[in-house]
């Protein structure tokens, strides 16, 4: 029971978090194409882990991370507006890589398909 109400918190959270980067935050270092992958939320609702991928060049990953890290207060007030929890989670960004991963996995495999075909 408690495993299913976490579940939905984190994916209203991750709704939610998703919606105020694309729509209220007007900060121009934030670049690229921005998504929020998965939202982590503690037992206690007092910590949330936002685990975003950004599609662009380092320094401008670098630039927008930091940007949402800047922004994090202004998220977690945000959030608290929309949502209505006991606490109001502390918001921590965290880059999440994982597509780029895929991509350059998915990339490796091609060649290597293509490789096998040539022999």
């Known amino acids: 029971?408690?495993?299913?109400?976490?579940?939905?918190?984190?994916?209203?959270?991750?709704?939610?978090v998703s919606d105020i980067i694309h729509s209220d935050?007007?900060?121009?270092r934030i670049g690229g194409m921005v998504s929020?992958?998965?939202?982590?939320?503690t037992g206690d609702l007092r910590y949330a882990r936002?685990?975003?991928?950004?599609?662009?060049g380092d320094e401008?990953?670098?630039?927008?991370?930091k940007a949402l890290k800047s922004a994090?207060?202004?998220?977690?007030?945000?959030?608290?507006?929309?949502?209505?929890l006991r606490y109001v989670p502390e918001i921590q960004f965290v880059l999440d890589t994982s597509i780029e991963?895929?991509?350059?996995?998915?990339?490796?495999?091609k060649k290597v398909e293509n490789d096998h075909k040539d022999v």
């Open 1 to 16: 029971m408690k495993i299913d109400r976490n579940n939905r918190i984190n994916e209203e959270v991750k709704r939610e």
């Open 25 to 28: 935050l007007k900060d121009p």
């Open 36 to 41: 929020v992958i998965r939202a982590d939320v």
């Open 50 to 56: 936002i685990y975003v991928s950004i599609m662009a």
């Open 60 to 65: 401008e990953k670098k630039a927008t991370m």
């Open 72 to 84: 994090a207060g202004f998220v977690r007030r945000e959030l608290g507006a929309r949502i209505d």
């Open 101 to 109: 991963y895929s991509i350059h996995i998915n990339e490796v495999l």
